[in-house]
Every structure is written in C-alpha cells, then in structure tokens.
C-alpha cells in the first residue's frame, strides 16, 4: 500500500512543478539579466522600460506576451536575443519602440505574432545599432524605424505587414545619418514564399543598400534618399515610386539587375531641375523596347508631368532571378 500512496500524493506534485515551469513571469526590469535563468515565458502589461543602464539578454527560444492593448516593451538599454540552440523567440502581441537612448538592439530567430511588431517611440527617433538576422514578422505585424543617426543591418528577415525605414532630420539644417543595409529577404521557407510582402518605405536616409529581396504588397516607396543601391532584387510591388520632393535628386541611387514586375513605375520629380535616373540591366515585364515601356508600366519626364527621365540602358528580356521568380 505505501508505494500506491505514494504515487498518489506524487501526482499532484508533478503537476504544481509543471506549472510553475511554465508560469509567465512579469518582463525583468531591475537589473541585468538573463531572462532564460528566471524561465521562458515574459509577459509585458502596459508601458514597460529598459532602462538605459540595464542589459537584457536570451539566448534560448522564450515567450514575450502583451498583455492589454498598449502592450508596449520601450527599449533604452540594450537588448541582445538570439534562440541559439533552437526554436524561434516568440513576441505575440506585443509593441517594441527604440526611445532615443537606446543602445543597442540586436535579434536573431525572433518571430513577432498578432497585433504588435516594432514602431517609433513618442519620445522621438532613435540613434542606435541595429542588427536584425532571421527576424520575421506575420501577418498583421509591422515594422517601422524612424532614425536621426545610427544604422540598420537586416539579413534574411521576413515581413508579411509594411516595412518603414524613415531618416529624420537631426535638425532644420542637418540631415539624417541613418545608414540601412538589406539583405536576402527572399525565397521560400516550407514551401511558403517569404520576403518584404507587405510594401516598402524607405525615406531620407544617409546612405544604404537592398539586395536580393522581394518586395510585394500594395507600393514601394523611396523618397529623398541620399545614397541608395539597389541590387538583384524582384520588385513586384503593385506601384514603385522613386520620389524626389527635397531637392535631394537621384545621383546617389543605383539600380542594377533589379526585375520590376510592377503595375507602375513612377519617376517623381519637380520641374524645372531635370534629373535622370538610370536603370541598368533590369527586366521590366518582359518589354524591351523603351516607348513600349513607358506606355505600359512607366511614367517620367517623357509621358508625365514629372522632371525626372528614367534611362534604361541593356534592358533585360529575360528575368534575372535572384531574388525570387514570383510576378
């Protein structure tokens, strides 16, 4: 009889340890830390700050939950996660902003669920470091980034809402010196087709490059960049516009190799300065010849009320792929 009331009374104590394990604790914010050494479940309710003096690292697969509409982890230290050894790290409703004092964020295998995803601060634009590697956002998830300084690096990441990469200007007289680099968001993972899905916004920034992506959604913007290459990617978003309403001009950008699938292709200029845009060994629909593309898919200074000219130059009639086949 002992043994049999002792797996009686061993039962239940099974199943209280099962559920502390697994007990979400509120996000840490007292000190530095390693969150897999209080458990693996977080939430946040309400505004939550790291502040500046304080290091938050994981480096295992975790569960970050919003608790309440306005759910929203406000980042001025550091932060530092990357599922290492396996698994995803999970924020599920739940809003991340980078306040200007933020030091420095970096996310590898991270996954952002529900409504949430990352947005600019009220306290103003960031300033920081940026690296994002294998960081997806689903469905109704969004990302924008509003920056008077500092950089981005996103390699391999994924968006099915819109992606925002804003430059704001330090002053009336002092222009943003935000620097981006995309990469590789492109291809197909378990059979499913990945990539910037949910249109682009990239707007006054320093200097940056996107390559091998595949852009898709209702636009791609880009308006009043410095510098800017774009490189072998599939831009099949419904509209494309390259803008230029600062007086900023198109000198700076650089578009080789890109396969435009797009309903149109809008050059975006005031009158009076001419500027030409050069599009080099791209594919454009499969139209070759420039008068027919400018009547099916392009509008600038040729057709339109626009100061810019596109110049295409060894326009492709095949695809070049490298980002992706998808029309």
């Known amino acids: 009889m002992k043994p049999r009331v002792l797996l009686i009374l061993c039962g239940p104590v099974f199943s209280v340890l099962a559920s502390l394990g697994s007990a979400q604790l509120p996000f840490p914010i007292d000190k530095n830390q390693r969150l897999e050494e209080l458990g693996d479940a977080f939430t946040v309710t309400g505004r939550v700050r790291i502040p500046r003096r304080l290091s938050i690292e994981a480096m295992r697969a975790i569960t970050i939950q919003g608790k309440g509409a306005d759910a929203t982890l406000e980042i001025s230290g550091a932060v530092k996660m990357r599922a290492a050894t396996g698994g995803q790290i999970v924020f ?3 809003w991340v902003e980078l306040t200007p004092e933020c030091k420095e964020i970096t996310l590898a295998n991270c996954i952002f669920k529900g409504r949430g995803g990352i947005r600019p601060s009220p306290d103003g634009p960031s300033d920081t470091k940026i690296s994002f590697d294998r960081v997806e956002f689903e469905r109704s998830a969004s990302m924008t980034i509003e920056a008077s300084s500092g ?5 391999t990441c994924y968006l099915d809402g819109p992606l925002v990469l804003r430059g704001v200007p330090r002053s009336e007289t002092v222009k943003s010196g ?3 680099s995309v990469y590789g968001s492109s291809g197909k993972v378990e059979g499913q087709v990945r990539g910037l899905l949910g249109g682009i916004t990239v707007e006054g920034i320093r200097d940056g490059t996107i390559r091998t992506c595949d852009m898709a959604g209702p636009q791609a913007l880009f308006i009043d960049n410095g ?3 774009l490189d072998g990617n599939n831009v099949r978003s419904k509209r494309v516009e390259f803008r230029n309403t600062a007086s900023v001009g198109f000198n700076g950008l650089k578009i080789t190799k890109c396969d435009f699938r797009a309903e149109k292709l809008v050059l975006s200029s005031p009158q009076g300065q001419p500027e030409r845009l050069t599009f080099d060994d791209c594919f454009f629909r499969g139209l070759e010849d420039p008068d027919t593309i400018r009547k099916e898919m392009l509008e600038d200074s040729k057709n339109s009320a626009s100061g810019a000219e596109a110049v ?3 326009v ?12």
Do not use: T, Y
């Not at 950089?151 to 390699?155: F, R, V, Y």
């Not at 492709?316 to 029309?327: D, K, N, S, Y």
């Open 151 to 155: 950089s981005i690096l996103m390699d």
């Open 316 to 327: 492709r009639p095949q695809p070049h792929g490298l980002a992706g086949v998808e029309g």
């Open 92 to 94: 599920r409703d739940v």
């Open 312 to 314: 295409l130059r060894s």
């Open 178 to 180: 935000f620097s981006i």
């Open 227 to 229: 510098k800017l290459a």
